[in-house]
């Protein structure tokens, strides 16, 4: 049956949300999106939205990069 193959939509977080996770400021994270660094999805109203499961590899990366 088709309902077996539906996927969870990814769960999406406000620039203010994935700061908080960076423990940097809102603006930081919309100048990551503009260059790139994170894609974002755009809202009805304009606003930018991430996925999470990309901004959790981001930061797994990071965190790898920090290692020795």
């Known amino acids: 049956m ?3 193959t539906v996927q969870e939509p990814d769960k999406l ?3 203010s949300e994935v700061a ?3 423990r940097v ?3 930081t994270v919309t100048r990551w999106a503009k ?3 994170l894609s974002s999805i755009r809202t009805l109203g ?3 939205r991430f996925r ?3 901004v959790q590899a981001l930061l797994a990366e990071a965190q790898e990069q ?3």
């Open 2 to 4: 088709m309902a077996d």
């Open 35 to 37: 260059v790139g660094k």
């Open 20 to 22: 908080a996770i960076f």
């Open 52 to 54: 999470e499961a990309e």
């Open 66 to 68: 920090r290692r020795p």
């Open 46 to 48: 304009g606003h930018r």
């Open 13 to 15: 977080l406000t620039p």
């Open 25 to 27: 400021d809102p603006k």
